[in-house]
């Protein structure tokens, strides 16, 4: 099947599993290497993860600041760093401390710490909180621009396009909630009600929004967000979207409820600031008919799960491959799902989908049944273009350690077997 002529290709790669010569992925060659090899095989864009610092666990979904970009991230060519297979987050900073040390001497400043006021008051809310170096912290984020920056137009020069996340929610214990206490009901935790993947629900500890607090300051904290991650990617995936329209709020010793948001009017005033949002609204979880409205009345496009498309009726179910819709982006997978292969090996529903497959080979197949939906863009993490298992499986929901968050590509990846063959096909595919 041709591929249509308003589709485009995505692959999902968080800068920490890059093949860096070091303990994590950087902003140093093998970044400019992946760019390379997204545009050898056809795709359109990048898709990584938030850049902010990972709390202990590893998750950039919680972070000391929503503002500050995690300072692992840098390259120094001058220290030599050894690759590791997986990402100790419990080792980075004594890993690259030297590195870090090094790069940040000399650095000017001035016109970074003048340009965010905002972002610099968390940096001093770090000093003095944990008694870091302000000039230190303030270094690494003027740093981290920079060669952000850097990567940032070459992929652009070489037809890459970025696709940013943004976290909805902040860390408890973030410079966010301590320097704009107002903004957070701190006295609730948001989460999820039980649901098939997780029977007892979700209790994430994340404080709430005091959403008249927010709309009374003209939702300010949110448009300095979005200002920083708009410089910095093309597109933005709105993490947990349903949470502007309702949020499953937690009591302690309560079982929750659900509660209503003021997304529309935060939405209003962000398009007022910055024009049409290239948003992709992860609008997963407890969709209501309220929820498609609010995205469809800014025009975002909505995910659909390949993995969650075979169950129930196909002529109803938006994740179905068959599905029409073009408001939509195909995931075979995200951050928190199995791999694709993972998933292929464990499901229950392998007979449901092998009269979709048109050949022997299950894993190309897969990807193909992704590849010819309806969907104005497709989404392949890279461990599904390698055929991976779960042990390459980002990360599992609900849990906590070192299999999450850590794992990375390997520095030969490109001379993998199975990703040759994905290459081939992507590169025939973009031909017809």
Known sequence: MPLALNRNIAILLPLSALP?????????????????????????????????????????YSSWSSLAASPWYLYNEKVPLNYTERVNYEQLAALKREALLDLAQNTD????????????????????????????????????????????????????????????????????????????NTQVSVGVPGDQFNPDGQNWGVPSFHWQAHQAQGFKWWIERFS????????????????????????PGRTGEWKTSLGRELLQTLSKHFGPLPIWAEDLGAVTQEVELLRDEFQFLGMRILQFGFDGDPSSNPHHPDFKARKLITYTGTHDNQTLMGWWQTTADQKKIISKLDTQDAHLSLLKLALNTSSEWIVFPMQDLLGLNDEARMNIPGTCGPHNWSWRLSPDYQKNETLQKVKTWLQQELKA
């Open 20 to 60: 860096s010569k070091g303990p994590i992925g950087d902003l140093g060659p093998s970044a400019f290497e992946f760019v390379d090899f997204l545009k050898s095989i056809g795709a359109q864009a990048w898709h990584i993860l938030p850049l902010n610092t990972p709390d202990t666990n590893g998750s950039p």
């Open 109 to 184: 400043t001035s016109e970074f710490e003048k340009k965010n006021p905002e972002l610099v008051m968390h940096l001093q809310h770090r000093s003095q909180t944990t008694g870091s170096s302000y000039e230190f912290e303030l270094s690494c984020q003027t740093l981290f621009h920079t060669q952000w920056q850097k990567l940032k137009t070459y992929a652009h020069a070489s037809g890459i396009q970025i696709i940013g996340d943004l976290p909805l929610f902040v860390s408890r214990n973030s410079a966010d909630v301590q320097l704009r206490p107002e903004l957070f």
């Open 228 to 251: 920083l991650l708009l410089k910095m990617t093309d597109k933005i995936r709105l993490d947990h979207f349903i949470g502007l329209h309702h949020l499953f709020e937690i009591e």
